[in-house]
């Protein structure tokens, strides 16, 4: 056996030594896209060889990543074919439901599925945490200080920790809150994240596994792909967005026979609190199904482009890319990208379609996190997400040290900082809208309609808040950025004026009202769809010009769309249902963020009104809840 790892950091020389002699390659999607596929001449000796393709922890490949996965399988399995070789797949996942379906799904062949498990672990206690209150009085500790609060007590005593948080910044403040408290430094205790520098993330790695490294405080860049099984203990600040992460990140703990210890601390979320109360929605639970869309236009069209550039498209390739495949080469052709031979489809462009596109997200480039003084690169974003994480303004963290953004040139891909703590945070506020391009499908309820299809989601940040420590509002500053667009699949549903008007709610509570069943419904989507409320958007309006209704809308945050919406839409009822019954049960008296407030509102959680969400939600499924007293 000649075995080998294969990836973008792999020296030239070591791919040549690796292309001639190895037999067991280990690489990725992303090197097959950029680099295999688009050279398969140089690879011919081993691509002949191809027997096997092992597709490891394949629940991950989900979503938008699913399907450009699914596309760059298809294209491997054409490649393959044209060297005669027709290897057998085989995938592997410890957290998957209706793994046969997902797997043919993904590599578009039938797959049988072996689900006995014979893996050995020794036991792992689980604990669902509930954050004490604050001294104050006002409110619960949130997951992140609570996390860390037991990060530090475990870290204290040599029990090697990682803690999972859901955001960069909360990965940040973890890290710095634990190596403060027992004085430490990096090389014990350190945040893990994507946007890092590859250096620096097999530095983190590597002390890990060698156990210098006793704390680390991650986001789900660590939940797998990495060798780093064996820790002690695991503590999530919050829910991680499915079962299948949950059990994923569970398994960082237990070392060869060694038992485990695995800390859920429920957050200021409706998704949270219901399962703090309700454990076997997780442990008795199986894990959601992953949803992918190989089929996506704005998904199969650039991999279109790939292969023909590879070899030439011809129509018996319909049963790698399928039935709408002809359509999209002829629209490939009309835009000039491709040329109709009597041989097939052919690229027409200069240089290599694989270099206009990855398979991580919109294909916009990432924006540089530079130094201003040093001219040091601290690390990346991606562009879309650059206009509300480094504005002008923004207070960007790296490894504990903040830093604020002077300047965001998008043109020239890069954000400039200047070291130094401010003594405030910033957080980003944006406006969204949305046009009805095409419904695509629609069921009638009581008194209203769900709906399901392609929207363009309009959206632009608009200024930033400055928040104190406690989280006081220092001041709003406007800020100047183009708007962005982007049509994808979206659920939505309108509502009849009369029946809601019925139950004593009035024009002026609307507004509040379907904001908040919209926040909440986000907020449930992943109870029955495997995505994190980051992979959805919503928007609400009393009377949209499209509808000519009040309507609720929640959309797949990527082109073209992921799927999400699309299982939302199938499980409507038991969606708005669950919904409903968690703003209902939950203790508060106007609503909180653990049943209608959201994290990521652009409008700073306003106007929101808890009891006109039921109200409407009640109508919206055929109830009639009068609120008389309001």
Known sequence: MRAAALDGDTPLDERRWIREHANVILTNPDLLHHTLLPGHERWAPFLRRLRYVVIDECHVYKGVIGSHVASVVRRLRRIAARYGADPVFVLASATMADPAQHASDLIGAPVRAVQEDGSARAAATFAFW????????????????????????????????????????GVEVVADIVRRSLSLDAQEVAAYRGGYLPEERRALERGLRQRSLIGVAATNALELGVDISGLDA????????????????????????????????????????????????????PVERAVLDPANPQVLMPHLMAAAAELPVTLEDERYFGPSMTAMLDSLVERRLLRRRPKGWFWADEGRPTDLFGLRGTGDQAVRIVESRTGRVLGTVDEDRSHSAVHEGAVYVHQGESHVVTRLDLEDGSAHVVRGDPGWSTQARSVSAFDVLTVDESVSLPCAQLCFGTVRVRSRVTSFLRR??????????????????MTTKAVWWTIALDPVLDTGLTLGDLPGSLHAAEHASIGMLPLIAQCDRWD??????VLHPDTELPTVLVYDGHPGGAGFARRAYELGTDWLTATRTAILTCACDSGCPACVQSPKCGNGNEPLDKAGAVIVLDVLLGGRTQFPDR
């Open 536 to 541: 959805i958007g919503g928007v609400s309006t």
């Open 130 to 169: 509930e954050p004490g209150e604050r001294e104050s009085g006002e409110g619960s500790v949130s997951a992140v200080a609570e996390a860390a609060g037991l990060m530090r007590t475990l870290v204290a005593r040599q029990v090697q920790t990682v803690t999972f948080a859901r955001s960069r910044s």
């Open 468 to 485: 104190s420590p406690s989280g006081e509002v220092l001041g709003e500053h406007g800020l100047d950025l183009p708007e962005r667009s």
């Open 234 to 285: 695991v503590v999530m600040a919050g829910w991680p967005g499915t079962r299948a992460s949950f059990w994923q990140q569970a398994g960082r703990a237990g070392r060869s026979g060694t038992p485990a210890l695995v800390l859920f601390v429920a957050g200021d979320d409706p998704l949270d609190r219901y399962l703090l109360h309700h454990p076997d929605a997780v442990l008795g639970t």
